[in-house]
């Protein structure tokens, strides 16, 4: 009979020594609703920032980037990927085909060096975000006026169940100008 008892005395001793890393483990806070919309939005623009100028990437190099955007975001560059290959399928030889060229996440042919997010404007399941893009001119010595060009686009996101993906790009802030019109547009002209 003493057997059970010491085995059932040793399962008591380890819960109460684990107890506290459990309790530990519960009290740790989730990130909260204007960090996870950060995030989403440095997300994407990690990828942007590691693929500068690069047109419409292809579903396989955006791979990555898609954990940050909306369902519908994702949709409609695929839309624009099947357009690209039909819009250089019916080229005519030696014409270039009608393409999305330049960086489509910051408005800018050669991309982006870096980006400041702002702090999020959350309103329910939509937030929208600030952020300071900056491309520098190497052509130009440092100090020069030209050297560094900074603008600032705007940011929109989504909230899908309990994440927080990018729905959208507002280009230099301007409400028309933006990423889904830029596809839309690309897609329709086919």
Known sequence: MRTPIRVLGGLLVAAACLWPLHDAASL??????????????????RWALAHPGGGLATKAERRDLEMFLTPELIAQLDRAEAAAAVYAAQAVEDEKPRMLEGDLWVDAVEGAHEVALAEPKIDGDRARIEVTVIH?????SKAHRNRAIVWIDGVELQRVGFRWFVSDVRYRSDPARRLSTLLHEFVETE
């Open 136 to 140: 520098i001119d190497e052509r130009y």
């Open 28 to 45: 740790t806070p989730l990130p909260s609703e204007s960090e996870q919309v950060r995030n989403a939005a440095a997300g994407m623009y």
